[in-house]
C-alpha cells in the first residue's frame, strides 16, 4: 500500500515524463478529486494510506491526462468569473480571456433592463455569467448544437438563472431571430483553418473544432453578425465581441460603416481581444 505522498510524487513524475503542462497542478486536482478532500489536504495528510480502489481511480484519470486529454474535461468541470459550470467535450473550456469580454458587457449593461442575445452558446459561460451578475437582464442564446444547448441549460440551473436565459438551436450562418435585441455578444469560432494545426494538443485534439474554427480565414461569423445588425440589433444598441489577438484591424473593418464608438479591449497578456461598438 501506498502513502498520499507517495502517490502524489508518482503522478507528478509519470505526467512530468509525458510531457503534460503544470503535471503537479493536474496530479493535485486529480488526487482531491478522487479522495474528495481539498488541496489543503494533501499536505495535511501526506502519511493517509490509500485503498486499492482509490489508487485505481486515479491511475485511471492521470492516464488520461497523460494522453493530454484538458483536466477539466476530466474533472467535468471547471471555474469562470467565479461561478461553476460543467463542461465536457462537446463545448470549448471556458477561458479567463472571456472574462473580460464578460466584464466589459456587465459594466454597459449593470442593472438597466435589457434584452441580450449571445451567438454560440458553449457552455453557457457568457449568457450564464450576464445574467448572474446583471438583475435586469433577459437573454436568448443559440447553438447549432444541440448538446451544448443541453449542457448550458443544466449550467444555468445549477447556477440559479435558468428562468431568465432562453437558449436555442440555430444556425445562425443560416438563420437569424425574427426579434431585435438590445446587446448582441459572442466569442465565435475565429481560429483560421490555417492556425488550427500549431495549436496545442490538448486543444485541437480535445475541443471541438466547430467552436475553435470556421474553416476559412477566422472572420465569417463576423461578417455573418455585421449583416444580420439591422434586423438584430435596436438603435443604440452595443455588440460586444471577443476576436483573436491578430484581428483588431480586419474585425474593425468589417464594421466600420455599420457601427460607430468602435472600442478595442485588450486581455491580460496584453493582446487586442475584445471588440465593442454600437448601433446608430
Known amino acids: 500500500m501506498k502513502t498520499l505522498l507517495e502517490i502524489l510524487n508518482l503522478s507528478v513524475e509519470h505526467l512530468k515524463k509525458k510531457g503534460v503542462d503544470e503535471p503537479r497542478l493536474s496530479s493535485e486536482l486529480i488526487i482531491t478529486y478522487v479522495l474528495n478532500i481539498k488541496r489543503l489536504d494533501i499536505y495535511l495528510q501526506f502519511e493517509r494510506v490509500l485503498t486499492e480502489e482509490e489508487i485505481s481511480k486515479i ?15 476530466i474533472l467535468g468541470e471547471t471555474e469562470f468569473y467565479g461561478l461553476k459550470f460543467s463542461v465536457d467535450q462537446s463545448v470549448l473550456i471556458p477561458r479567463s480571456d472571456t472574462e473580460i469580454l464578460v466584464q466589459t458587457a456587465v459594466e454597459y449593461i449593470a442593472d438597466k433592463p435589457l434584452s441580450i442575445f449571445e451567438i454560440g452558446t458553449g457552455s453557457g459561460c457568457i449568457s450564464i455569467s450576464l445574467a448572474k451578475k446583471c438583475k435586469n437582464v433577459n437573454i436568448i442564446s443559440c447553438d447549432i448544437s444541440d448538446q451544448a444547448r443541453k449542457l448550458a441549460a443544466s449550467n444555468a440551473k445549477l447556477n440559479g438563472v435558468a428562468e431568465k436565459i432562453r437558449f436555442i438551436n440555430m444556425d445562425i450562418l443560416k438563420k437569424f431571430p425574427d426579434s431585435k435585441f438590445n446587446v448582441i455578444i459572442s466569442n465565435p469560432p475565429y481560429i483560421s483553418k490555417t492556425v488550427i494545426g500549431s495549436l496545442d494538443k490538448q486543444v485541437k485534439d480535445f475541443e471541438p473544432l466547430g467552436a475553435l474554427t470556421d474553416g476559412g480565414d477566422g472572420l465569417t461569423f463576423y461578417r455573418r453578425i455585421n449583416e444580420i445588425i439591422p434586423e438584430i ?29 468602435i472600442k478595442i479591449m485588450r486581455d491580460y497578456s496584453g493582446n487586442n481581444r475584445v471588440f465593442t461598438g454600437k448601433l446608430e
Not at 491511475?59 to 474535461?73: F, N
Not at 435596436?234 to 460607430?260: C, H, M, P, W
Request: charge should be neutral; aromatic fraction near 10%; charged fraction near 30%.
Open 233 to 261: 440589433l435596436n438603435t443604440g444598441g452595443s455588440v460586444f465581441l471577443e476576436i483573436g489577438y491578430d484581428q483588431a484591424e480586419s474585425v474593425r473593418n468589417i464594421f466600420e460603416k455599420s457601427l460607430k464608438d
Open 59 to 73: 491511475r485511471a484519470l492521470l492516464k488520461r491526462r497523460s494522453e493530454h486529454e484538458p483536466i477539466q474535461y
